[in-house]
């Protein structure tokens, strides 16, 4: 089938070093890529189980057992696929294609049954591979739980001009070691968010949308994913927000420009954790007026950036039609979540508040915000694309920000591959009392840390 060199844009979210050529796969072997060097090798593996919608294969000697294998696909069967099909996918769409100058139209399911159809599997069952991702897991304290790669849709072997490898299927990668063996939960709930970056992934190809989605984006809704499934806020991510260890969440470091804070190794929690935090605000904002679909809208959006997540959140307040406006809200949320208008508004998560810093300057990258106590002589004119807002428990000042008790200065460019500017401070130290709340949670989250896959190889580089 020769549908990709039209409509795929990208053959992968990851990145990769060259390979030494290898050879075509022999019997019950896969492609997978070293998270440490970016280099391909190759995994000889055994079917284990075959479910209703999956076929489960597992690398020899990773001690995945047969029952355990049911497990997993019956797990996946019936309520990891039902759940993400059903909040991310598109369901009974037709799709036309030009054959020796003939259009014919199918018609599928759901977007998993066209991610099938586009290898020419026709089973409609998704692979799925159990190994010990090769990572940084026993030098380091974060490892790759799985990961997704687009790069499978392509025909079997050696991508052209890259060094990447296909295995021609619709499939996800989930870790054995420590993943499965030390954090199953946390794993099941990595198939959930992998399931969406393949959604994703094949919904841009049947749009025919010009990009990938971003980063931001595209994780912001695989975070959901992991909510659907544990049907709680991922205590690792809340935590980690609360407790901000490496104290840059208070210095505004999230999600916007992704991974920025390269000077910091651990600093891409925070990326995660503010993603999750933003697009379960927006969920608990739609919810309260009674608007649903609103992932789906987004995933399915002619859009691949901020707007996709504009035209949802207008509808939602018609305030928020600019992306000034909504991360306005939603950083004032974050400071005041227990607000009954723009907080977290039946939530857990209204015991999160992020911490003031004091001082006279800082640099902030789009996306970014901090909040200050406010002193009586203070002032400080917007400049460029940083804005402030003065905040109290009920209000969201933007035009007299120095008469409310805390100072949000922000950074509102739209542009995220932009230069941080400098914005101003009060220069008041917080009060010593003034600590985040406690987030109550089943557990408290104490690593070893879940990293992208993108993000891990990103790491190899440096």
Same mark, same amino acid.
């Given at each position: 089938m020769t549908l990709?060199?039209? *409509?795929?844009?990208?053959?992968?979210?990851l990145t990769q070093k060259s390979n030494d050529d290898l050879s075509s796969l022999g019997k019950n072997e896969f492609y997978a890529q070293d998270m440490k060097t970016g280099k391909y090798y190759k995994v000889k593996a055994k079917k284990m189980y075959e479910g209703l919608k999956c076929v489960i294969w597992a690398e020899e000697g990773s001690g995945i057992? #047969? =029952?355990?294998?049911?497990?997993?696909?019956?797990?996946?069967?019936?309520? /990891?696929r039902p759940k993400v099909v059903g909040t991310f996918s598109k369901k009974n769409f037709p799709?036309?294609?030009?054959?020796?100058?003939?259009?014919v139209t199918y018609n599928f399911d759901d977007m998993l049954d066209f991610a099938n159809w586009i290898v020419d599997r026709q089973?409609?069952?998704?692979?799925?591979?159990?190994? !010990? /991702?090769?990572?940084?897991?026993?030098?380091?304290?974060?490892?790759?739980?799985?990961?997704?790669?687009?790069? !499978?849709?392509?025909?079997? %072997?050696? /991508?052209?001009?890259?060094g990447h490898y296909? !295995?021609? &299927?619709? *499939? /996800?990668?989930?870790?054995?070691?420590?993943?499965?063996? *030390?954090?199953?939960?946390?794993?099941?709930a990595t198939f959930a968010h992998e399931l969406q970056h393949l959604i994703n992934f094949v919904t841009t190809v049947q749009m025919g949308r010009n990009f990938l989605m971003d980063t931001w984006v595209d994780e912001g809704l695989s975070s959901q994913a992991e909510y659907l499934y544990l049907g709680e806020n991922p205590s690792e991510k809340c935590e980690w927000f609360k407790e901000d260890i490496i104290g840059t969440i208070a210095k505004g470091n999230n999600f916007f420009v992704w991974d920025n804070h390269r000077e910091e190794p651990l600093a891409i929690l925070d990326d995660y954790a503010t993603v999750y935090l933003f697009f379960r605000w927006l969920y608990l904002q739609a919810n309260q007026k009674s608007l649903s679909d609103i992932f789906l809208k987004i995933e399915t959006?002619?859009?691949?950036?901020?707007? =996709?997540?504009?035209?949802?959140?207008? #509808?939602?307040?018609?305030?928020?039609?600019?992306?000034?406006?909504?991360? &306005?809200?939603?950083? =004032?949320?974050n400071y005041y979540p227990k607000n009954s208008s723009y907080g977290y508004t039946g939530d857990v998560l209204r015991e999160i508040k992020v911490n003031p810093i004091a001082g006279q300057t800082i640099s902030l990258y789009p996306g970014e915000g901090v909040y200050s106590i406010i002193s009586p002589s203070f002032s400080a004119e917007t400049s460029g694309n940083i804005h402030y807002a003065g905040l109290t428990e009920t209000t969201i000042n933007p035009s007299s920000p120095y008469n409310e008790k805390v100072l949000l200065t922000f950074n509102a460019n739209i542009k995220n591959t932009a230069l941080p500017e400098t914005g101003r401070?009060? %220069?008041?130290?917080?009060?010593?009392? &003034?600590? =985040?709340?406690? !987030?109550i949670q089943t557990e408290t989250s104490t690593g070893p840390y879940v990293i992208d896959a993108r993000d891990m190889l990103e790491r190899s580089k440096r």
């Open positions: 990709f060199t039209a *409509m795929l844009v990208s053959c992968s979210n057992t #047969q =029952a355990k294998a049911e497990e997993i696909a019956n797990e996946y069967d019936t309520i /990891i799709f036309s294609i030009k054959i020796k100058e003939e259009t089973d409609k069952k998704l692979t799925i591979l159990l190994l !010990n /991702i090769k990572d940084d897991f026993l030098k380091t304290d974060s490892y790759v739980a799985g990961y997704f790669f687009g790069g !499978n849709f392509y025909p079997k %072997g050696k /991508i052209e001009g890259t296909s !295995n021609s &299927r619709d *499939m /996800i990668y989930v870790d054995t070691d420590p993943g499965l063996k *030390m954090k199953p939960n946390q794993t099941y959006s002619e859009k691949y950036d901020y707007h =996709a997540v504009i035209d949802v959140a207008k #509808q939602i307040d018609p305030t928020w039609g600019s992306w000034e406006t909504l991360l &306005r809200t939603w950083l =004032a949320a401070l009060t %220069g008041v130290f917080p009060p010593a009392s &003034r600590s =985040a709340a406690r !987030n």
